[in-house]
Nanobody, 130 residues
Framework: QPQLVESGGGLVQPGRSLRLSCTAS?????????IAWFRQAPGKEREAVSC???????????YYLQSVKGRFFISRDDRKNTVYLQMNNLEPEDTAAYYC???????????????????WGQGTQVTVSS
């Protein structure tokens, strides 16, 4: 079972930026799979924030939650086996634990069925507060 590891969270003021990173251990190559970012705030349901198709799926489009469109950008660097979530103009409503996820079967599809993703990292906390 591959392990995903998130990093880059922290405490920032509204309007500032953070970049989250998702890497994998155990020789698991992220390039073959769609990678999604989810978040969950206290007392709220987990929601999919963004997803990037696999590197081989050149026709696939990234997915963004409506509330983060134009502020968050997902990308991947296959040489570093890392997927990034660049978060700009952060708002207090973005405060949550952020998780990256994929799936050995669903991850082969172009960012579909995100709720079926079963391989998760441990999460990184993002707090936006003045």
């Amino acid at each position: 079972q591959p392990q995903l590891v998130e990093s880059g969270g922290g405490l920032v003021q509204p309007g500032r930026s953070l970049r989250l990173s998702c890497t994998a251990s155990g020789g698991f190559s992220l390039s073959y799979f769609a990678i999604a970012w989810f978040r969950q705030a206290p007392g709220k349901e987990r929601e999919a924030v963004s997803c990037i198709p696999s590197s081989s799926n050149s026709n696939g489009s990234p997915y963004y939650l409506q509330s983060v469109k134009g502020r968050f950008f997902i990308s991947r660097d296959d040489r570093k086996n890392t997927v990034y979530l660049q978060m700009n103009n952060l708002e207090p409503e973005d405060t949550a634990a952020y998780y990256c996820a994929t799936d050995p079967i669903r991850g082969l599809e172009p960012c579909l069925h995100l709720s079926d993703f079963g391989t998760w990292g441990q999460g990184t906390q993002v707090t936006v507060s003045s």
